[in-house]
């Protein structure tokens, strides 16, 4: 099996699935002459309801995906669930029912959940904080989708497999368990009663994921990464991250892709050394929010927070799962350096670049420094506050870039931007994307 794995470099929303479409629209050639084009089979490896993958068909249709892989938007392709992943079953049953009432529909035929994917119980959703219960994890912000708990569930050994759950016997004997070894005091014949329509529903997609992967053993295949490496729980911002790793695959892979946004993006918690503005303040903007001119000039003459507030709108920075407005800075070259050294990264995808057009003057933290002295990612958590992200600044450009399709097209500031990341990153940047649809991406080989 040739795959093709997506990871984000950032602190995720990078653009993921958006690339997902433009390789199943438009193909995509690696070194070795691979094409991912014609994929038939996507699965996700880890993570959970806690991502937000946003596609956007060509006459303007937004489809957001959670659990399921972005290849259900697609006829002939088959979604996998693997092992790393967890579902929420009510919440993948209302996102399935959400897809069925669209153009897409999900049945067993293009969707499958591995029987040892992790299950989120009600008391999971609770522990994170979910309908106001109290988290040990609120000061990381999470997306209160009950991942910590699962996943620290399922390394202490008393977690809920999905076969178990679809087996009444097994699931009471592994409710038992999880009771008597956590010390929760949930009913265990409410949690049975409760489920029991779920597990009805579920059970038809239920695989030996050994079995599905190996049906596709001589094809194309794309892992789709969710969250990104900062956010890796192994690799990332410790301990302001998720549980998962986006960056360790159950299968080898033959081209490893990283996606990275042409500024700086980060939901919920934790340091971001190229931050615009005050993350006390960001709150209160919405999506259908706009700056006003006069708020858009003191911007571009160098108001952090109004920069900031700029890209989050410009951008459309909300988050896809939970809606909260995105925290938002300048490129940092010093975190994708990391991110695609510690990722195993081929070649990046470098998305969002039609955001930063009509900024005049754009910067992009090449190192940081700690007291003068130049400084890598801090692998002690507190080494973060006192860094200090040193910045170039480059000439941004005028017009509209949308309609670019190759590298030709682009301004010479913006092509100066790509060469200037590029370098900064020490990674090729083959792909460019320049508006949310797949077709809006230039090819540069
Ligand atoms: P993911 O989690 O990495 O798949 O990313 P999200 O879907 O959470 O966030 C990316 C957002 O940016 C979505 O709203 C996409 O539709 C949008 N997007 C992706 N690529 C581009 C791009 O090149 N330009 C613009 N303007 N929007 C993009
Ligand atoms: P995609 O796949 C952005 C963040 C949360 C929080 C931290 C831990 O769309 O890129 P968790 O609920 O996982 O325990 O929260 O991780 N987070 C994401 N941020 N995009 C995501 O997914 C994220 N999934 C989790 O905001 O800071
Ligand atoms: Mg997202």
Redesign the pocket.
């Known amino acids: 099996m040739k795959v093709l794995v997506v990871i ?1 470099c950032q ?4 653009g ?1 699935a958006k690339v997902i479409d433009h390789v199943f629209d438009s193909g995509y050639t690696d070194c070795d002459g691979v094409n991912y084009g014609g994929a038939k089979l996507v699965f996700r490896y880890q ?1 959970g309801a ?4 946003t596609q956007v068909t060509t006459d303007g249709k937004k489809i957001i995906s959670h659990t399921v892989p972005s290849g259900v938007t697609r006829k002939g392709v088959y979604n996998l669930l693997m092992p790393g992943v967890v579902i929420i079953p009510d919440v993948l049953i209302g996102e399935i029912d959400g897809f069925n009432s669209s153009e897409t529909v999900i049945t067993p035929d293009n969707f499958g959940i591995g029987g040892r994917v992790g299950i989120t119980l009600e008391c999971h959703r609770l522990e ?1 904080g979910w309908k106001g219960g109290s988290s040990i994890n609120a000061d ?6 009950g ?2 708990p699962t996943y620290t569930d399922r390394a202490r050994r008393i977690g809920v497999n999905f076969a178990e759950f679809l087996n009444e016997d097994s699931f009471r004997r592994a409710l038992d368990r999880n009771k008597e070894k956590s010390g929760r005091d949930f009913e265990i014949d409410r949690y049975l009663k409760m489920y029991a329509g779920y597990r009805n529903r579920l059970a038809p997609f239920l695989v030996d994921e050994a079995d599905a992967l190996d049906r596709y053993a001589g094809d194309i295949a794309i892992a789709e990464g ?3 490496i900062m ?1 890796d729980g192994e690799n990332g911002s410790y301990p ?4 998962s790793s986006p960056v360790r695959l159950p299968v080898d892979a033959s081209h490893r892709m990283g996606v990275v946004k042409a500024y700086t993006t980060r ?4 340091p971001m050394p190229t931050e615009l503005g005050d993350p006390q303040q960001i709150n209160t903007d919405r999506p259908d929010q706009r700056l006003t001119e006069e708020e858009t000039r003191r911007a571009l003459d160098g108001d952090e927070l109004l920069m900031g507030r700029l890209l989050r709108l410009k951008g459309g920075e909300f ?3 939970t809606g909260r407005p995105r925290r938002c800075g300048w490129f940092d070259a010093a975190l994708v350096r990391y991110a695609v050294k510690i990722g195993g990264i081929d070649n990046v995808v470098l998305t969002k670049l039609d955001v930063l057009s009509r900024i005049p003057k754009l910067q992009v933290c090449t190192k940081y420094e700690l007291a003068g002295v130049p400084t890598g990612i801090p692998m002690d958590r507190f080494g973060w506050y006192g860094l200090e992200p040193v910045f170039e600044e480059l000439p941004g450009w005028e017009g509209d870039i949308r309609s670019a399709r190759m590298f030709g097209d682009l301004p010479k500031e913006g092509r100066g931007y790509v060469d200037f990341v590029e370098a900064a990153i020490g990674r090729h940047i083959d792909l460019i994307s320049i508006g949310p649809k797949g077709e809006e991406t230039i090819v540069r080989k």
């Open positions: 984000g602190w995720g929303d990078e993921k993570g806690n991502a937000g993958h994170d990381l912000g999470t997306t209160k989708m991942i910590g969710a969250q990104g956010l302001f991250v998720t549980p939901v919920g918690e934790g988050g896809a799962t």
